[in-house]
Structure formats: structure tokens, C-alpha cells
């Protein structure tokens, strides 16, 4: 099932407002564990767990993220009313 523009848009502000806070927590504490048993990681390795985990939080939430920063596709079109656009402005 497709979710609509509104939808995605309401579920992209939950996602960002608070499963992201929550996944940071999440990575810390995991940081803090890995940290506390096996020692400090060498520099390129944390590195990469950090851009891993990085990435990672949004894969399952890339549908949820398509074309919401675009205008509502479902809206309906403003065009050939007053005001404005190319359409003979006079000036030639």
C-alpha cells in the first residue's frame, strides 16, 4: 500500500522527531558497550562503525522520505489563473 504525500510528510516528521532521537541513544549505548568489552577500537574502525550506523538508520525509512521535500503531487495546479507565469506578460 502507497502512502499518500500527506502521509508520508506526517511520517517523515515522526521519524525525524522521534525514532532518530531514539536510534542515537540506541548507537551510543552500543558504542559504549563495544567501548566497555573489547577497548577502544582503532580510529578506522569506529570510523566505520560510525558511518555504518550512520547510514544504517535510514534505510528502512527511504519510501517514507521520497518527494516530501517536493510540492504535493495531489494538490491541484494553480495554473491559468491570475498572476503570473510566462504566459503573455506584455512585455515582448
Known amino acids: 500500500m502507497a502512502l499518500s504525500y500527506k502521509a508520508r510528510k506526517r511520517w517523515s516528521l ?32 569506529e570510523a566505520l562503525i560510525y558511518l555504518v550506523l550512520g547510514i544504517a538508520w535510514a534505510l528502512p525509512f527511504r519510501r517514507v522520505f521520497l518527494g516530501v521535500g517536493k510540492a504535493d503531487p495531489d494538490a491541484p495546479d494553480d495554473e491559468g489563473g491570475a498572476g503570473g507565469g510566462q504566459q503573455g506578460g506584455g512585455r515582448g
Open 14 to 45: 515522526v521519524v525525524l522527531l522521534v525514532v532518530m532521537p531514539a536510534y542515537v541513544v540506541v548507537a551510543v549505548t552500543f558504542m559504549n558497550w563495544l567501548d566497555a568489552t573489547y577497548g577502544r577500537q582503532p580510529i578506522l574502525l
